[in-house]
């Protein structure tokens, strides 16, 4: 099968920036290979074996150490399994799983019942927010709870705005080379910008067949199956899954649906005190489960 990176040395550079950002984090961690029937799955486990799980999956285009660093501090409280996603520039296996069938959520599913998890609090962000969903619908009887940070799969943003503000900077990007380009991309899609993320984007796009999946939308019948509280957080500001009108979707969609917050001023990436607001609310969801 034919990578999705262009050479050997591509790979490597993403790689060792997978492996820069995870060191950066100064946890104690090990390493898991999950075997599916899929594809192998790498894991990233941190914090304390008799803490509650935490199962955290990123979004697309990224890895299991971003995701883990939105969220830092959690592993004092929770046993967090970071999982990065097939087919991603990660240390998982090269290999794209159908978002139109129940493929994500059976793979969840093994991934669960293998490491024998059970009343894991999910938390998704973005293309792992779908997968979350997926996972719901399939079996739901492994997660107690869901955190879903801008889920993909429930709306979808203005295609013209999506075409100018993602589409044609990462384009120009693609073929000038330019930085400035980029940097458009990342003012449009991320409520701050640093340096780690401009330079794993400039290396990614350049060097990785990246193509964005055809997620579909749920529907009224799927999300009645879904009997788990949901937490779902959006971003005012991004164009990609416009917060306002996915939070309004999400009322009228999820029966089980708990508690929903709209982050002020910020874009499809959110700041560190959006991700501090965010690990407020697990934090009390921890503390009042356990009275």
């Known amino acids: 099968m034919q990578s999705f990176f262009i050479n050997q040395e591509s790979k490597k550079a993403i790689i060792d920036l997978y492996y820069k ?3 950066s984090l100064n946890l104690d961690f090990e390493f898991l290979t999950v075997e ?9 486990i941190t914090g304390n074996a008799n803490n509650p799980p935490l ?3 990123h979004g697309e285009n990224s890895c299991a150490p971003i995701a883990i660093e939105k969220l830092k501090e959690l592993e004092e409280k929770f ?3 970071a999982i990065d996603i097939l087919g991603q520039p990660n240390l998982s296996e090269e290999v794209i799983l159908n978002p139109k069938t129940d493929d994500y959520g059976k793979w969840m599913y093994e991934i669960l019942s293998r490491l024998q998890i059970y009343k894991a609090y999910f938390v998704g962000i973005s293309l792992g927010g ?3 969903l997926k996972s719901l619908i399939y079996n739901q009887n492994r997660i107690f709870q869901a955190f879903l940070i801008h889920p993909a799969g429930i709306v979808n943003g203005n295609r013209f705005e999506v075409f100018v503000k993602a589409y044609l900077p990462f384009t120009s990007f693609k073929i000038q080379k330019k930085t400035i380009c980029l940097k458009q991309f990342m003012k449009n899609t991320y409520t701050n910008e640093d340096a780690f993320t401009l330079k794993f984007l400039s290396k990614l796009f350049l060097t990785y067949r990246t193509k964005r999946l055809s997620i579909p939308l749920m529907t009224t019948q799927e ?5 788990i509280p949901l937490n779902i957080i959006a971003a005012k500001d991004d164009y990609l899954f416009p917060g306002e009108k996915l939070l309004n979707r999400a009322q009228k969609l999820f029966p089980s649906l708990k508690k929903t917050i709209l982050l002020e001023n910020s ?3 959110p700041s560190k005190d959006d991700y501090d607001r965010i690990k407020e609310l697990i934090l009390e969801t921890l503390i009042t489960s356990k009275k």
């Open 130 to 132: 779908f997968i979350g």
């Open 55 to 57: 199962v955290l999956v």
């Open 79 to 81: 046993r967090i399994y």
């Open 267 to 269: 874009k499809h990436f």
């Open 36 to 44: 599916t029937s899929f594809g192998d799955a790498n894991i990233i």
């Open 223 to 227: 999300a009645q199956i879904i009997t």
């Open 21 to 23: 950002k995870l060191q």
